[in-house]
């Protein structure tokens, strides 16, 4: 009996739809009415520390240090004014550090400036401003944090943020009123530079601003350039909106239930509205393009029970491999990588509940030009998917073995794949954050704070700040290219070998701690934490460097550490952003490892074939090592935006294969040889396939356009995959169906 005289379980099911399909229309109405007030409420995770494993050792290393220390949440507001060596300058600075002082989750106790840091050392300094008397030792000891490395001009107000999650203020609203502050800066002369604000935290922040924003109104114009492509290929208004309909229903519904169970969208999570709209729009389209088809020799309900009762299986274990391949997400110990994994799951199974509860009404309800267009398209591509299920057929043994030449080459690649650890390379060169980062390190040296601390005895001797003058001289001698690698050591030493002392005969180094504490309450626990004998050395260095020279110099710098203090723990937001890439990376290849498992074995089950399951692996592994081969042989560093793209890729190309393989053993039952089999399905299989990932690719295509590049990246990736996926499933799949007799 064929399918399509089936009177068992799908047809009931066929038959369930049409004639609920009005009700399930209402109820799937009256629920996306309810969850878009929901909805609105899904909050971000804005944090370099989500990003990592909970029991990471740098991870671990830093979250001790900000307990030691109080963390460095620093933000640097950079200028440069040619009278800073003045009393108006010096009045300036000071105002305006004042005015920066007073912004909601900024620490004002905390905050910073030229004027303030030289009070403890030199109480004459006004009156030797008068005098224009040049002390190149006190200009030296703020180079590179309040003073240029090499002028007098430029100079920088340092704040400090309140953490995140006891601010009064979030970090959107801290940061807009710092940019308010800056522009009403009056500068000292039309030729002065314009304060620019750089930093650790405003990196992080501007990060998921863009990831946030860029997405959202990426994704907004990736539907309107579907829309068109679906118009343009149906002519119709029904088979255009009810696709991007199924899609919006989905992700309102996944971020209400989000909501609801408390779940916070992190960095990677806010992947979801694109690849959601991968499902949603494939999944449609293989039914439209189906119920297209049936309706040339059948009338509208019977094509639509028809499509129903073939196509259900094929969708239904599509979603389940798609499923399949992000739930191997949770496998992962970094908790955004969980979290998007389980987003992507429920997604996955929201899309069949969309389609289910608009579908049959959306194509069977209403007389409006029911019908999907038919193009002379059509016509072309047949012949051209003809011409090469007949090319393949008879060239099969050649093309494998140049398949598997160009797989080796590229798998070679592989070994070259290298990891970008310069966070500002997220960023377009013309992005205001980035001028701001050439703009203070290319003056002021560094932005990128980290620290060694280490061991340290209370109260506090001559000799041990010995040892560690002894220590910052040896970390200053150490270069990177013939370059000194840091370009700013800070300790506690050289701040008080210059704060002068009243009293000679007393303790002069508790004096000059005292003096400190009055001047500076927030410097001294900041470098020496007397409670838990721990003291740290901070370290500036370049953040636009390659990750070899990162590499290296933390490695020197641990070496130099051991010498003085071999108890000692070299950590902060430098060292995370370093390993942040190889962390996620290295988490993905055992994510990616249990993806293929999940879906080899999802596909044995579908086709109830141990060898269709192995099968099914190849076509989808073979763009993925393209992919990654091809990133490698031309020197592109992996991001954000490629580190978890071979899971992405595998759950998104299996679906190919699973409606071609389906579709070839329908072919099959029907009594026809191999070769009669594959041509039946290359020509109406591969042409939904054409088709589906055409409008995806057209529709990724607008991330080329992001502000992240990242998601650039992804954007030209899945759509490189997808491309590379259809490839592998109307060449290499026959070849292999072929081959093995399947």
Excluded at 206 to 229: K, P
Aim: charged fraction near 20%.
């Amino acid at each position: 009996m064929s399918v399509r005289e089936s009177t068992g379980f799908l047809a009931r099911w066929a038959d369930f739809l049409i004639l609920r399909s009005r009700s399930l229309l209402i109820l799937t109405v009256a629920l996306i009415i309810v969850a878009w007030p929901i909805s609105q409420r899904l909050v971000y995770q804005e944090s370099i520390e989500t990003l990592y494993a909970p029991d990471d050792p740098h991870l671990l290393d830093y979250l001790e240090s900000k307990a030691l220390f109080g963390g460095d949440e620093l933000v640097l507001v950079a200028y440069s004014d040619p009278e800073l060596f003045t009393i108006e300058g010096y009045e300036r600075n000071r105002a305006f550090a004042r005015q920066l002082a007073k912004v909601p989750g900024v620490v004002g106790a905390s905050t910073q400036c030229l004027a303030d840091a030289i009070a403890p050392v030199d109480a004459n300094f006004i009156q030797r401003l008068l005098l224009r008397t040049k002390d190149e030792e006190l200009k030296e000891l703020f180079r590179g944090v309040f003073l240029g490395l090499e002028d007098d001009v430029t100079t920088a107000v340092v704040l400090r943020l309140h953490s995140a999650d006891t601010s009064p203020a979030t970090r959107t609203e801290t940061f807009q009123q710092i940019h308010e502050v800056i522009r009403d800066y009056s500068p000292a002369t039309e030729s002065t530079t314009s304060p620019v604000i750089v930093g650790e935290p405003m990196l992080v922040h501007e990060t998921f601003r863009y990831v946030r924003e860029d997405g959202e109104l990426l994704f907004h114009v990736s539907l309107g350039i579907l829309g068109a492509v679906l118009l343009l290929y149906f002519r119709n208004l029904r088979w255009v909106l009810l696709p991007l309909l199924v899609v919006w229903a989905t992700i309102l519904f996944t971020k209400a239930i989000l909501v609801l169970c408390g779940v916070e969208l992190s960095m990677v999570s806010t992947l979801l509205n694109s690849l959601v709209t991968v499902i949603s729009i494939a999944t449609v389209m293989h039914i439209t393009l189906h119920y297209r088809e049936l309706r040339r020799m059948c009338d509208q309900q019977r094509s639509f029970r028809i499509t129903t009762m073939e196509m259900t299986g094929p969708i239904f274990w599509t979603t389940t491999t798609t499923m399949a391949g992000f739930a191997s997400l949770l496998s992962s110990r970094v908790v955004p990588v969980q979290s998007f994994g389980l987003t992507m799951s429920l997604g996955t199974v929201i899309v069949l509940a969309a389609v289910v509860g608009l579908v049959p009404a959306g194509t069977l309800k209403g007389k409006w030009l029911p019908d999907p267009y038919i193009p002379p398209v059509d016509t072309r591509l047949d012949r051209m998917l003809n011409w090469s299920s007949l090319f393949v057929g008879r060239h099969r043994k050649s093309l494998f073995w140049l398949i598997t030449a160009v797989v080796v080459f590229f798998a070679f690649g592989t070994f070259r794949l290298e990891v970008e650890t310069d966070f500002s390379k997220n960023f377009r060169a013309s992005s205001p954050m980035v001028a701001g980062l050439e703009f203070v390190e290319s003056r002021m040296g560094g932005t990128s704070s980290w620290e060694v601390n280490f061991p340290a005895p209370d109260p506090l001797t001559e000799d041990y700040l010995d040892q560690v003058r002894k220590f910052a001289d040896d970390l200053k001698t150490i270069e990177v290219n013939g370059k000194p690698g840091l370009t700013k050591v800070i300790t506690l030493s050289d701040t008080l070998d210059i704060i002068p002392v009243v009293n000679p005969f007393g303790n002069r180094l508790r004096a000059k701690l005292e003096r400190l504490q009055e001047y500076q309450p927030e410097l001294l626990p900041g470098l020496y934490n007397a409670e838990k004998n721990r003291m740290r050395v901070i370290l500036r260095s370049l953040e636009r460097q390659p990750s070899a020279q990162k590499r290296y110099l933390l490695e020197e710098v641990t070496r130099t550490s051991s010498k003085y203090f071999p108890e000692h723990k070299v950590t902060g937001t430098f060292v995370l952003f370093t390993f942040l890439i190889e962390s996620l990376l290295g988490d993905q290849l055992i994510s990616f490892s249990i993806s293929a498992a999940a879906i080899m074995t999802m596909m044995m089950v579908a086709f109830r074939s141990v060898r269709i399951g192995l099968l099914s692996l190849i076509p989808n592994g073979f763009p993925i090592v393209l992919l990654m081969g091809g990133l490698g042989w031309i020197g592109s560093p992996i991001n954000m935006g490629t580190a978890m793209i071979a899971s992405v890729s595998m759950g998104l190309t299996v679906d190919s294969s699973i409606h071609y393989i389906t579709g070839y053993l329908r072919a099959r039952k029907k009594g026809l040889s191999i070769a009669q089999a594959l041509d039946e399905t290359q020509s109406n299989v591969g042409e939904a396939l054409v088709f589906a990932t055409f409008a995806l690719i057209a529709g990724f295509s607008v991330l080329t356009i992001s502000q992240f590049i990242p998601l650039v990246y992804f954007g030209l990736l899945v759509s490189l995959a997808m491309l590379g996926g259809l490839i592998g499933n109307l060449v290499l799949l026959p070849i292999l169906l072929r081959t093995l007799k399947v």
